[in-house]
């Protein structure tokens, strides 16, 4: 049944401002900004979202709720979901995606999924109708205008930090749906207008924008077909052919997999190898209920790559010729893996080939920089989008200061709290990061915090402390080359920005140096701080204290022992810790 939930809004200017905070293990989080409050945002005042995926949706909503007068602009005539339509429906998913995030995680605070998924990975069509019902519900539908391009995004006042902006609007197609769920915004003459905004907030992510393909020595000389992963809809396009994957990120190793069933022979070229995961654990639970909870992540020596580099996957992919990542883990990046049988028997078979990177592209073949040469039709690069191509709405001046490069060539945005423009606070940018939790959801704290402090009730950062945030994170990034540069460690990141909007969870952890696994807790009670510590962190966490609370108690200790069981796969800590008898 559709659960109905009222949310509550409570003003916290109030706050100690440069408050630090702690997690429930002791980590600091950080401080509370200490520039001035200011309600930049006044009853009637108009802020633009730009993107209808999943995290604008979910910013919709929660800037509706806190009372913002925000619209949605999505370019696609077609509806909301962003990534997850396929390609036939102005979408970039391709027909066997899943989500690398369990059902669970996946979902959004106050609204459970309404059916049953096939898989506890969702398929890209259930994310999809999942997002329309969640539009249905909270009766979204009037404040999205599809089928509608922001074309430029520029200041009103370029010398004013918070400027209005003025954009200018395009339709995407001119035989536009009539029966569409939402009203497009009326073309002036000539196709295009323009309105004015107090803030903009951009939702266009990161994926499914203007592809990266590298410069690779002979390119030009393919004889083949060259695509890239945007353009991927199915095996049929790689039937009987040899086909060479580069990269072995998510989307590199689904699309391998995916060749494998139709194409001759698969090769990934990968330049640092990665950490390999099963998205499920040795006991068949999805991982993330294991690798998304306060007690892994919590521990200051937790890393991720740990994780992978124990695994038994990740060991066969070395063996059978995947490049040795980096020695420090932190600068890993990591691939899951949703089929592990499936590979290991097509790598069994020597149908699938693990590769070096590129080292010269030749008419009807490529070298790899281990010497190896495999003949190939088709070339698929899994490289990553563009930020600087993909977000050139944004008028030059504004976007270029906030574009970045690390040593090893991937862009990045330097923002305050990855997505505040560090010039002008009235423009924040949404879901521009990597994590191994649901993006979307970051995205949507993300607009909650930026809208808290135009709606005055946090303090906006000084100067100083842009600069220092945005200087000590591209110093980590370079450090850290070639991991990916946008990477968030979940859930410190989260606390941080809920420790400024004032809605950081109340969690009781178990003792120290008690013995591990926890034994079982003995009342409701318990099991809610048991779910909350030992299960996944979902978004759900942040709706518990502060503003825009879930104001039905009962009703959210119910869905968080029910529902954010422990999956109990746990990396190693540097000490035992267990459930205690006290909460």
């Known amino acids: 049944a559709t659960v109905s939930v009222l949310y509550c809004n409570k003003d916290m200017s109030k706050r100690e401002n440069g408050a630090r905070g702690y997690d429930t293990q002791g980590t600091d989080i950080g401080t509370t900004p200490t520039g001035e409050i200011r309600q930049v945002l006044q009853k009637g005042h108009r802020v633009a979202l730009i993107g209808g995926g999943n995290c604008g949706v979910y910013s919709l909503k929660a800037l509706r709720e806190m ?29 066997s995606l899943r989500t690398n995030s369990s059902v669970v995680t996946t979902t959004a605070p106050a609204f459970p999924f309404q059916f049953e998924p096939s898989t506890p990975f969702p398929h890209h069509t259930e994310v999809l109708k999942y997002v329309n019902q969640y539009c249905d519900h909270f009766k979204l539908w009037d404040y999205i205008k599809l089928g509608t391009r922001a074309v430029n995004v520029a200041p009103v006042d370029p010398s004013d930090t918070f400027t209005k902006w003025r954009i200018t609007f395009s339709r995407t197609q001119a035989d536009f749906n009539p029966a569409s769920r939402s009203n497009p915004c009326p073309p002036s003459e000539g196709g295009s207008w323009v309105e004015e905004f107090d803030a903009v907030l951009t939702c266009a992510g990161q994926y499914g924008g203007v592809p990266f393909t590298p410069k690779t020595a002979g390119i030009e000389n393919f004889k083949g077909k060259i695509l890239h992963s945007k353009s991927w809809l199915n095996n049929k396009e790689v039937e009987g052919k040899r086909v060479l994957v580069v990269g072995i990120g998510n989307s590199a190793l689904d699309i391998a997999l995916d060749s494998c069933w139709k194409a001759e022979k698969v090769i990934i070229s990968s330049r640092n190898g990665a950490g390999i995961m099963s998205v499920v654990d040795p006991k068949g639970n999805p991982l993330d209920t294991s690798l998304l909870s306060r007690h892994s992540q919590g521990s200051a020596s937790f890393k991720l790559g740990n994780a992978a580099f124990a695994t038994e996957l990740h060991q066969t992919f070395l063996k059978n010729g995947m490049p040795r990542p980096n020695s420090d883990r932190a600068k890993v990046a990591t691939g899951m893996v949703k089929d592990v049988k499936s590979f290991l028997r097509f790598l069994d078979e020597k149908k699938l080939i693990l590769g070096t990177g590129i080292s010269t592209i ?6 790899l920089t281990n010497g190896q040469q495999h003949e190939v039709d088709v070339i698929i690069y899994c490289t990553g989008y563009d930020t600087a191509a993909s977000y050139s709405f944004i008028d030059k001046p504004v976007l270029l200061p906030t574009l970045k490069k690390t040593g090893s060539g991937k862009s990045f945005n330097s923002l305050y709290k990855m997505c505040l423009h560090p010039q002008y606070y009235t ?40 600069t220092k945030y945005c200087v000590d994170r ?76 879930w104001d039905d108690t009962e009703a959210a200790k119910s869905y968080i022992n029910k529902n954010l069981t422990p999956g109990f796969w746990l990396p190693k800590r540097e000490h035992d810790i267990g459930w205690g008898s006290k909460l």
């Not at 007068?69 to 396929?86: F, I, K, P």
């Not at 030749?362 to 070298?367: C, D, E, I, K, R």
């Not at 696994?517 to 962190?537: M, Q, T, V, W």
């Open 427 to 466: 423009l924040g940018m949404c879901g521009l990061i990597t994590s191994n939790a649901n993006e979307g959801l970051i995205g949507e704290l993300q607009a909650r915090w930026v809208a808290n402090m135009l709606l005055g009730r946090s303090r906006f950062p000084t100067k100083a402390e842009v």
């Open 362 to 367: 030749n008419p009807t073949s490529v070298t």
């Open 67 to 95: 009372g913002v007068n925000a619209t949605l602009y999505e370019q696609s005539h077609t509806g909301v979901g962003g990534v997850w339509r396929d390609r036939g429906y102005n979408g970039v998913a391709y027909t």
């Open 474 to 549: 591209e110093k980590m990034v370079q450090e850290l080359d070639p991991a990916y540069p946008r990477f968030i460690r979940y859930l410190p990141y989260m606390d941080s920005l809920a420790l400024d909007i004032g809605c950081l969870p109340k969690i009781k952890s178990p003792l120290k140096n008690a013995r591990f696994p926890p034994s079982p807790p003995k009342d409701s009670n318990e099991l809610y701080h048991y779910n909350l510590f030992y299960g996944p962190a979902t978004a759900v966490q942040w709706r518990l204290q502060g503003p825009n609370n």
